[in-house]
């Protein structure tokens, strides 16, 4: 916290400390404050590995596995037991590192932290470790620095601090130690000010400390990050309750066939294996690795589009994700400086091309501009190039900047422009925030001469004439107005716009008077500056829209740059900007009113992110936020689905993320969201065809107790088609491709039910098709056996197991779609589902015609008939299905081949 320091006078602040500028403070009072607290960042208590892995077993569904692996271990299934652990463990270890990965967010945020620092000790200046800093410490800070606590600026000369990473301030800020006053200021506009972890980018200072560790801005947002309680995903929810209902459900069905049996006469211990068998297919004991698996191919096709997950359940909750709250600079902009307008006072031109690549051109009404043509343009392109401290390093097709970013946008365009010449220099007045300009003395052609450029109202006021082509024309107040005219016009474009001028040199290089090189210069023109936006991100936008979510965008930078930005890519609805300073005075209601119109933050704090997005979370928004610097790791944290930038984020931010943008792309996290929901669909898919298949094995044991037939399964034979339909066809079904229009849907609510739109009431009748065709098929058998005078019961089990498979079969091709047929979708598009199916045939026909099996399984060949009769039962649906399609694939052929006849 700044605590109005920024406010208050340098001599003022001193008083408050009792320090001295040319002393420092004396030993016994330095003695005093460290006892008052270090100057370090508290991470809490140690993150315990022991207590985080066992907590992965507290789960509702592990708990469910773990009763399904005693039952199955004491039912003699001593294969399922063992394969029902691996997943529990496998799952476990996976929510272990996640989670422990995440809780190390705090080791990395002090890592951020300086570790040593200079300062005035009885007069002298002395190194000593940032820790012992106190308030009231003078602190001496120079280019290459960083802060190593929160400071007020006492001296400075050409100081600029890099900020970025507290403030979302894509260019360092000039900081000086003038008073800031009447009215509050965001945290980007506190001159006067230097905050713990920032870097000194340029020039030097001295500065008292006004606060440390835990008391700075920096320490609030360790408290921000340490407060923030990762929450359960909506599917964490959502298989948590279900395995609640399972638990019930199996307890009462199992114990009614059980108890049933003993009091119709059957032996207690058959039916006790029986309750025990129905048990273990009842229970989806698949379901978590299936989970499991479908995200970790998730997790694959999502790094393929630039997205990297560190937490698995982070796939599925993005297809649930509603708004997206994003940062400016990087992510829905280049970061990357690039001039795009220059102009004269008799033309303007427009520059293209991307980032720094060299390639562009420039153009005046739509016509390419030969620069040897135009003299204000070249020597435009000149000053640019020399009046610059930048370097420019070839990196591919593109250049990498070494210095100021502006600066180098600067050089870039002085090569579009063709002019390279780097000129001697003989003399140079820095960059100074106060005066805000820069000038150096140059050896043009064997001629000494001096380039300035600057800020417009700092290089007008220095100039006397105007070139005008060829000619040198007095700077009147018309070519003044002009100049003004077009500098409101782009500043409320949100470009960033500086001034150049000359002059030609007449006096002697050694230099006695700097203020004598900036006066009486000649004005050549104006450059305008923008971070543009990023290819294809006004299309994810759109697209966001078309999806049903809302982006917003959250920024440190200036609100005529944000809504300029805004503006560009689609986002702004009314072209209202929201700051900072505006959100202190809003309630949550209004907050939230203002997140929904208007879209659009500017000048906020790490606080003001963090309230965004618990404020949506409130409202039973699922948030998705993006961050880079350190200012962000709070709210990144408290999202439902933290996002970091790869390139530009700091590993604060990355470490308490769940998913990191490899490319800093916000296109990327549209990608993101279309493979959630595809996920999500899929999760869907499988959970429709498990509890399917598994109410209909119940209901098949569950009416014939209630009818008093007997029971038209084995226990052995239960566990037989758990095995047979529930691995690979659920596994497969996991992977179906993403159904098209997924975009074009609203998110689903975090609230809905996965049995939601129907899904509950699809179960139930699917379960009871399966269980009544079953009965069929058993009936059938018996009744073939009795007009065969057969008293075996080999010939029922096996069409009542063989109905069971078979039905569990023909509905997998129904549920790789709630709106589409298989055939609508392509037969052939899930080639892996084609596989796992025609695998559990082999292996169901294994079982029925092996002599060896038969005797395990108590199975028997079946004819011809027998084999009809179950198909006809089991899958009239898509046997239908499957006419109609071939019957207007023959129509179509048939059309087409008129065609061409005619």
């Known amino acids: ?98 989670e422990y990965r995440a809780e190390k967010s705090m080791d990395e945020i002090n890592k951020m932290a300086a570790p040593h620092a200079f300062v005035l000790r009885k007069g002298a200046r002395k190194k000593i470790p940032a820790r012992d800093l106190v308030a009231g410490d003078i602190v001496f800070i120079e280019t290459g620095d960083k802060i190593p606590a929160d400071l007020r600026i006492l001296e400075s000369a050409g100081l600029e601090a890099d900020e970025a990473f507290l403030t979302g301030e894509s260019l360092p800020v000039a900081k000086n130690s003038e008073v800031l006053r009447n009215k509050e200021f965001a945290l980007a506009e506190q001159s006067n000010m230097a905050f713990m972890g920032s870097a000194v980018t340029r020039g030097h200072g001295l500065a008292v400390v006004v606060n440390t560790g835990m008391n700075t801005v920096m320490g609030e947002i360790a408290v921000m990050i340490g407060g923030s309680a990762d929450s359960l995903t909506p599917l964490q929810i959502k298989l948590n309750d279900l395995g609640k209902t399972l638990i019930i459900i199996c307890l009462a069905v199992c114990g009614t066939v059980a108890g049933m049996g003993v009091l119709r006469g059957e032996n207690i211990f058959n039916m006790f294996m029986s309750g025990i068998s129905l048990a273990v297919a009842a229970i989806p004991e698949g379901l978590p690795a299936i989970v499991t698996v479908v995200l970790a191919v998730g997790v694959q096709r999502l790094s393929k589009r630039n997205a990297i997950v560190r937490k698995l359940s982070a796939v599925e909750t993005l297809g649930c994700t509603d708004v997206i709250c994003s940062d400016k600079t990087g992510t829905l902009t280049e970061n990357k400086m690039r001039v795009v307008k220059i102009a004269t006072v008799e033309k303007q031109f427009s520059v293209d091309g991307n980032g720094y690549e060299a390639r562009g051109k420039i153009y005046c009404e739509g016509r390419e501009v030969n620069t040897d043509e135009e003299p204000c343009l070249r020597q435009v392109a000149d000053i640019a190039a020399n009046c610059n401290n930048a370097a420019l390093e070839k990196y591919k097709n593109t250049h990498r900047v070494y210095g100021d970013p502006t600066e180098g946008a600067l050089l870039v365009m002085a090569i ?230 790869g390139v530009s984020g700091t590993e604060v931010t990355k470490e308490a993320s769940a998913m990191i943008l490899a490319d800093d792309d916000f296109s990327t996290i549209i990608a993101s969201v279309y493979e959630g929901r595809a996920i999500y669909n899929n999760i869907r ?162 079982v029925i015609y092996s002599a060896p099996l038969q005797a395990v399984f108590h199975t028997t060949g079946l004819s011809l008939w027998h084999w009809l009769f179950i198909i006809i039962l089991t899958g009239p649906k898509f046997l239908f299905k499957l006419i109609m399609y071939f019957s207007q694939s023959v129509l179509k052929l048939r059309d087409s081949y008129a065609k061409m006849n005619n």
């Open 1 to 98: 916290m700044s605590n109005n320091f920024c406010h208050m006078r340098c001599d003022e602040v001193l008083e408050h400390f009792h320090t001295d500028m040319s002393t420092g403070l004396d030993e016994y009072e330095i003695k005093r404050r460290q006892k008052l607290g270090l100057n370090i960042l508290e991470t809490g208590a140690a993150v315990n590995p022991f207590r985080i892995f066992i907590s992965q077993f507290t789960d509702t569904m592990v708990l469910v596995l773990l009763g399904a692996t005693a039952i199955s271990a004491i039912a003699g299934s001593i294969a399922d037991a063992a394969t029902i652990m691996a997943i529990v463990i496998v799952n476990a270890v996976l929510g272990f590192v996640q």
């Open 416 to 645: 579009k422009a063709g002019r390279k010449n780097k000129y001697r220099r003989w003399f140079e007045i820095p960059f100074d925030s106060r005066r805000k300009c820069m000038s150096v003395g140059v050896w043009a052609a064997g001629k000494a001469t001096v380039f300035a450029k600057g800020a417009p109202e700092v290089i007008l006021a220095a100039c006397s004439q105007v070139a005008d082509g060829h000619i040198l024309r007095p700077l009147n107040e018309f070519y003044r107005d002009r100049l003004k005219a077009i500098q409101e016009e782009w500043g409320n474009e949100g470009i960033r716009v500086l001034a150049v001028a000359a002059k030609p040199w007449h006096g002697k290089t050694e230099i006695t008077d700097e203020r004598e090189l900036e006066k009486d210069l000649i004005f050549y023109g104006l450059c305008g500056l923008i971070d543009p936006p990023r290819p294809g991100v006004a299309q994810a936008v759109r697209q966001c829209r078309e999806a049903g979510i809302i982006p917003v965008m959250i920024t440190g930078d200036h609100p005529s740059t944000a809504a300029a930005v805004a503006k560009a890519i689609g986002l702004a609805e009314n072209g209202t900007v929201v700051t900072g300073l505006e959100i202190d005075g809003m309630s949550d209601g209004s907050l939230y009113k203002n997140i929904i119109d208007n879209r659009v933050f500017a000048r906020v704090s790490p606080q003001h992110k963090n309230r965004i997005v618990k404020v949506l979370q409130k409202q039973k928004h699922i948030v998705a936020m993006t961050g880079d610097g350190v200012n962000d790791a709070p709210a990144v944290k408290a999202a439902d689905i933290g996002i970091a930038m």
């Open 685 to 846: 898919k499988f959970i429709r065809y498990l509890l399917g298949c598994n109410i209909g094995e119940v209901l098949v044991m569950f009416v014939a107790s209630l009818l008093g037939m007997p029971l038209p399964l084995l226990p052995i034979q239960i566990l037989w088609v758990n095995l047979v339909t529930d691995g690979l066809p659920a596994m497969a079904l996991g992977l179906e491709p993403p159904e098209p229009g997924i975009m074009s849907k609203k998110p689903r609510p975090a609230s809905e039910s996965i049995f939601a739109r129907g899904l509950g009431y699809k179960l139930a009748g699917r379960g009871i098709y399966i269980a009544a065709v079953t009965l069929l098929a058993f009936t059938g058998g018996l009744v073939s056996n009795r007009l065969a005078g057969d008293q075996s019961m080999f010939l029922p089990y096996t069409m009542s197991i063989t109905a069971l498979v078979f039905a569990q079969l023909f509905f997998v091709f129904e549920c790789r779609s709630e709106e589409h047929s298989p055939f609508d979708l392509g037969f052939f598009t899930n080639k892996l589902l084609l596989a796992a199916v025609l695998i559990s045939i082999i292996m169901h026909s294994s």
